[in-house]
């Protein structure tokens, strides 16, 4: 009878092992996530949907679905779509939690989960709940690290959670005790990366093209180094005519690494259409690249991205960069017109939408051509954008802003085409007179000359100017410079 006893208990047992959710990638999951991350997420609810008649306990299922939620907030930052998907979060980490232990991807699948909506909720500046996600993440990552080494993707989050403890802003300083003990460097989450990424390519992994993005990242925003990101990305096997979001971040390391013309091209032909999702930024980013290109029409391409952007997102910077178009073409009347829309307009959540804000409330009409010099230098026209300040002879602003940007913009320029000795120059006219301003000229003057230095490996000067940098504290892009400067101490032998 004992022995009977002990039979049922086991076969109810292994009913309900049999019947706890799994974690199978299986073809049609792979078919849902290259859905999703391709912006077709339509089709990528009806693989899933599928996937549900014929596997109902796949509790990958859930993961594909918060990519779904992910991509749409993250790139089209909408308030009213984030307050609506929210509650998601919590009810797929319980599926997860239900499922094989013992699976690589049980702690896997919700420490990725945790770390998008960190980056979400980063965005809408919940920066409490966000910190408290990544903090979690990483614990649930150190453990899967120690349980399963040999599992790929613990490399993918953890080298981007390493990279980025180091360089933390000090205005973040007190998220210190919510992320308790995540510790890195740049150098340690690159390396992470790389092997992540060999790794993937060398068993043809479905998340390949994910992990090089995320590489590409590092190089481009930690370690300032566009052509390598670029060079990583062309051996991705990215498909930007056929997937949206290949083309944005193609494109955007093109914007950032003096490939204006290609961005262009990538973004002229990138696939649009009822099959993928609505992704208005790409619009604005057409827009600005063209604007930097001096083309005629650039301002329809941020007509067309204010008419379909959902959220207020970039609004600010939009108007402001239709008030250049229409100060470039001598009409100031149209200048102060989207002026007022900059003040009325949108929020100043971003450095950019800030800087915007901030041009708007000083009331002065933009110097023309320093507002054509920047925008040709920041489409790596650098010969163009010199002859442009050139004929500005012995130049005289009553504006104090413009007299600093006369400097920093030269500088700039001067470094672009690789006169290193001269942009040092005009990078301390910059430091001198501006340092104790709330302009950003000043800050990033300093971080420009400590990558000169670092080049030259002068690496005590260049120690110098970053930790100059960060003794300044401007009131637009302070905390994206504070990063690249402790990153770049984090480098320095």
């Known amino acids: 009878m ?49 996937v549900r008649r014929h596997d109902p306990n796949n509790l990958l299922i859930y993961h594909i679905e918060n990519y779904i939620d992910f991509l749409t907030l993250y790139l089209n930052q909408s308030e009213a779509d984030y307050k609506r998907l929210k509650k998601n979060q919590e009810a797929r980490l319980i599926k997860i939690q239900t499922g094989n232990s013992e699976s690589p991807y049980y702690l896997y699948a919700q420490a990725d989960l945790r770390l998008q ?28 690290q120690e349980k399963f080494p040999d599992f790929i993707l613990n490399l993918k989050d953890l080298g981007v959670l390493h990279a980025l403890a180091g360089t933390i802003p000090d205005s973040y300083k007190w ?42 990242g590092i190089l481009l925003y930690l370690d300032n180094d566009g052509n390598a990101a670029w060079q990583v990305l062309q051996s991705a096997d ?22 204006n013309d290609q961005a262009i091209e990538l973004l002229k032909q990138c696939p649009r259409g009822a099959e993928f999702a609505s992704a208005p930024y790409l619009d604005f980013m057409l827009g600005l690249a063209k604007l ?42 149209g200048y102060r017109e989207h002026m007022q829309s900059v003040l009325t307009n949108g929020k100043s959540n971003t450095g950019a939408d800030k800087d915007a804000l901030q041009e708007a409330r000083a009331a002065r009409i933009a110097n023309v051509r320093l507002v054509k010099a920047r925008l040709l230098f920041d489409g790596g026209y650098y010969q163009k954008a010199y002859d442009v300040l050139q004929e500005l002879s012995a130049p005289v602003f009553q ?13 700039r320029i001067l470094h672009g085409l690789g ?19 709330s302009y950003f000229f000043a800050c990033n003057a300093a971080l420009q000359a400590g990558l000169i230095h670092e080049l030259r490996r ?15 504290h401007p009131n637009e892009y302070k905390a994206e410079l504070h990063q690249k400067a402790k990153s770049a101490l984090e480098r320095l032998p």
């Open 2 to 50: 004992k022995q009977f006893a002990v039979l049922i208990v086991w076969c109810c047992l292994s009913s309900l092992r049999l019947s706890a959710g799994h974690f199978e990638f299986t073809s049609d999951i792979g078919i849902a996530y290259e859905q999703a991350t391709s912006l077709r997420f339509n089709d990528a609810r009806l693989t899933l949907h599928q």
């Open 117 to 144: 909506w960190a980056l979400v909720k980063l965005s809408f500046g919940e920066y409490l709940a966000a910190f408290n996600d990544i903090s979690k993440a990483h614990k649930l990552l150190q453990r899967n």
């Open 175 to 216: 998220s210190a005790k919510v992320l308790g003990g995540l510790e890195g460097s740049v150098a340690q989450g690159r390396k992470e990366l790389k092997t992540a990424l060999q790794l993937t390519r060398q068993y043809n992994s479905p998340f390949k093209a994910e992990i090089a993005v995320m590489y590409a």
């Open 238 to 259: 990215l498909q930007p005519r056929q997937n949206p979001l290949h083309c944005y971040v193609l494109a955007s390391v093109a914007m950032r690494s003096q490939r």
């Open 292 to 333: 930097r290109r001096l083309d005629s029409d650039a301002g329809a391409w941020f007509y067309k991205f204010l008419a379909h952007q959902r959220s207020n997102h970039g609004v600010k910077e939009t108007y402001q960069k239709l008030a250049w178009i229409a100060l470039l073409q001598g009409n100031t009347a």
């Open 399 to 411: 504006e104090t802003a413009h007299h600093l940007e006369y400097f920093y913009r030269l500088g």
């Open 419 to 437: 006169r290193y000795d001269e942009a040092l120059e005009y990078y301390q006219k910059a430091i001198e007179q501006g340092r104790q301003t």
């Open 458 to 472: 002068h690496h005590d000067k260049a120690r110098e100017y970053y930790r100059l940098c960060l003794s300044m």
